[in-house]
């Protein structure tokens, strides 16, 4: 059983920076994927960053360049670094777990960009 608790969301203006950070309750090394998706008022929720077991990570086009995901397994933490805000990349943002053939998520925490 895998738990994951979000944090480090919040309120910033525009072209300011947030570090969210998801806390694995268990073992992450038995976890493959790690990954970050947010969902914003009346849209459907929307891959992020994924981060592989060994360090390799894929970026969504929208946030390439300005986000960065990683994994410190030694920590059983996941960090998403988002930098250069923009309003619309305000939405709740979650943290999901891949282990074997089952899926978690965590509660998610908000994120507000004002222009």
């Known amino acids: 059983q895998v738990q994951l608790v979000e944090s480090g969301g919040g309120l910033v203006q525009a072209g300011g920076s947030l570090r969210l950070s998801c806390a694995v309750r268990g073992n992450i090394l038995t976890i493959n994927d790690m990954a970050w998706y947010r969902q914003a008022p009346g849209k459907q929720r929307e891959l992020v960053a994924r981060?592989?077991?060994?360090?390799?990570?894929n970026i969504v086009d929208s946030v390439k360049g300005r986000f960065t995901i990683s994994r410190d397994n030694a920590k059983n933490t996941v960090f998403l670094q988002m930098n250069r805000l923009k309003p619309e990349d305000t939405a709740v943002y979650h943290c999901n777990a891949l282990q074997g053939r089952d899926t978690y998520w965590g509660q998610g925490t908000q994120v507000t960009v004002s222009s």
């Open positions: 981060v592989h077991r060994f360090g390799d990570t």
